[in-house]
C-alpha cells in the first residue's frame, strides 16, 4: 500500500455502502489515498442514469471529509467487474465494501460477497456497520492455520501494525494430526520472527474445540478487535458459495467486526523484505 493511490468502495446507493464510505475516509487520510465509488450498472441506460447521481454523492462526500472523491460507473455485474477493474487499475491500493451479513433475507450476502472478494486483485475491508470514533487499528485478530498462504496474509498484517501502531492479535488453530501441527507452528514461528524484526506487537492465543472460525470470531469479540484478517479460499468452488466456505462466517460475523480479506496470488513474488 502506498500514498498517492486510490481507496475503491463499491457503490450502490444503500445505508452498507455509506458506512463502507466513512471506512474509506478515515483509512484514506492514514495513507493519504484518494477514494473512487464503483457503481456496477446492468446496462448502458441504467448507467448514464446512474453516474449523475453517483456525482454527486461524491462532490458531497468530497466536501464534507476534505478528500477527493470521485465517481466510476461500469456496465457488468459486481462479481466479475469490480475485479476487472482492480486488475486493469495499478493505483488501486484497497477495496471496502459494505454488507448486510447473514440475517433474514440477506442470509446469502455473505457468500455473495465472498465471490466478489475472490475475484478482485486488491485486499478487501468488508465492513457492516460504521467506523468507531477512534480512526485506527488498535488490535487486529490474525487466525494461524496450517496453509501455506498465511505467509501472505502477514505482508498486510505487519505493514497495518506498523500503520496504525496496531497489535496483531493471533489465534492458533489446535490441530490433533502431528504434520498438521508442525505447519500451524511452523507458520506462528515465522510470522513472530517478521512481527519481531519490524517491532510490531502481537500475542498468541490458542483456539480450543470448536469450529476454528468461530472461536476466532469469539475472541475477536472478546478482546474488542477492530479488524479481523483472513486469507480467502484458493480455487474456491459452487459448493462453498452454496454451503458456506469458512471464511463467508467470518466476513457476515455477527460481533459486526470489519474483515480484511486476502486472496492467494499465483506466481507471486511478494517479500517481506519490500515492505520498506
Same mark, same amino acid.
Given at each position: 500500500?502506498?500514498?498517492?493511490?486510490?481507496?475503491?468502495?463499491?457503490? +450502490? !446507493?444503500?445505508?452498507?455502502?455509506?458506512?463502507?464510505?466513512?471506512?474509506? =475516509?478515515?483509512?484514506?487520510?492514514?495513507?493519504?489515498?484518494?477514494?473512487?465509488?464503483?457503481?456496477?450498472?446492468?446496462? +448502458?441506460?441504467?448507467?448514464?442514469?446512474?453516474?449523475?447521481?453517483? /456525482? /454527486?454523492?461524491?462532490?458531497?462526500?468530497?466536501?464534507?471529509?476534505?478528500?477527493?472523491?470521485?465517481?466510476?460507473?461500469?456496465?457488468?455485474t459486481i462479481f466479475t467487474t469490480i475485479g476487472e477493474y482492480? #486488475?486493469?487499475?495499478? +493505483?488501486?491500493?484497497?477495496?471496502?465494501?459494505?454488507?448486510?451479513?447473514?440475517?433474514? $433475507?440477506?442470509?446469502?450476502?455473505?457468500?455473495?460477497?465472498?465471490?466478489?472478494?475472490?475475484?478482485?486483485?486488491? %485486499?478487501?475491508?468488508?465492513?457492516?456497520? %460504521? %467506523?468507531?470514533?477512534?480512526?485506527?487499528?488498535?488490535?487486529?485478530?490474525?487466525?494461524?492455520?496450517?496453509?501455506?498462504?498465511?505467509?501472505?496474509?502477514? =505482508?498486510?498484517?505487519?505493514?497495518?501494525?506498523?500503520? !496504525?501502531?496496531?497489535?496483531?492479535?493471533?489465534? #492458533? /488453530?489446535?490441530?490433533?494430526?502431528?504434520?498438521?501441527?508442525?505447519?500451524?507452528?511452523?507458520?506462528?514461528? !515465522?510470522?513472530?520472527?517478521?512481527?519481531?524484526?519490524?517491532? =510490531?506487537?502481537?500475542?498468541?492465543?490458542?483456539?480450543?474445540?470448536?469450529?476454528?472460525?468461530?472461536?476466532?470470531?469469539?475472541?475477536?469479540?472478546?478482546?474488542?478487535?477492530?479488524?479481523?484478517?483472513? $486469507?480467502?479460499?484458493?480455487?474456491?468452488?459452487?459448493? +462453498?458459495?452454496?454451503?458456506?466456505?469458512?471464511? /463467508?462466517?467470518?466476513?457476515?460475523?455477527?460481533?459486526?467486526?470489519?474483515? $480484511?480479506?486476502?486472496? %492467494?496470488? #499465483?506466481?507471486?513474488? !511478494?517479500?517481506?523484505?519490500?515492505?520498506?
Open positions: 500500500m502506498e500514498s498517492g493511490k486510490r481507496i475503491i468502495v463499491p457503490w +450502490d !446507493f444503500t445505508e452498507v455502502a455509506q458506512n463502507a464510505l466513512a471506512h474509506a =475516509v478515515k483509512i484514506a487520510k492514514v495513507l493519504d489515498n484518494t477514494i473512487a465509488l464503483l457503481h456496477i450498472a446492468k446496462a +448502458d441506460k441504467e448507467a448514464g442514469e446512474a453516474l449523475p447521481k453517483l /456525482q /454527486q454523492v461524491a462532490a458531497d462526500a468530497e466536501k464534507a471529509n476534505n478528500i477527493k472523491v470521485e465517481a466510476v460507473v461500469k456496465v457488468g482492480t #486488475k486493469d487499475n495499478d +493505483d488501486i491500493n484497497l477495496v471496502i465494501m459494505g454488507t448486510h451479513g447473514m440475517k433474514g $433475507m440477506q442470509k446469502l450476502t455473505g457468500s455473495w460477497a465472498l465471490k466478489v472478494i475472490v475475484s478482485c486483485y486488491a %485486499p478487501f475491508i468488508v465492513v457492516q456497520d %460504521p %467506523p468507531l470514533d477512534h480512526t485506527t487499528y488498535s488490535k487486529i485478530v490474525f487466525p494461524v492455520d496450517f496453509k501455506n498462504e498465511n505467509r501472505e496474509k502477514l =505482508v498486510w498484517a505487519i505493514y497495518f501494525g506498523k500503520i !496504525f501502531n496496531a497489535k496483531i492479535c493471533f489465534i #492458533k /488453530q489446535e490441530v490433533s494430526d502431528s504434520a498438521l501441527v508442525k505447519k500451524v507452528n511452523t507458520n506462528l514461528s !515465522f510470522a513472530k520472527k517478521y512481527l519481531t524484526k519490524y517491532e =510490531v506487537e502481537y500475542e498468541i492465543e490458542t483456539a480450543t474445540n470448536g469450529k476454528f472460525e468461530d472461536q476466532t470470531i469469539e475472541y475477536a469479540k472478546r478482546i474488542e478487535a477492530d479488524l479481523m484478517m483472513i $486469507m480467502t479460499t484458493k480455487n474456491i468452488g459452487t459448493l +462453498d458459495y452454496v454451503l458456506g466456505a469458512s471464511e /463467508q462466517y467470518i466476513i457476515a460475523n455477527t460481533a459486526r467486526i470489519p474483515v $480484511m480479506c486476502v486472496n %492467494p496470488r #499465483k506466481n507471486t513474488n !511478494f517479500a517481506l523484505g519490500s515492505l520498506y
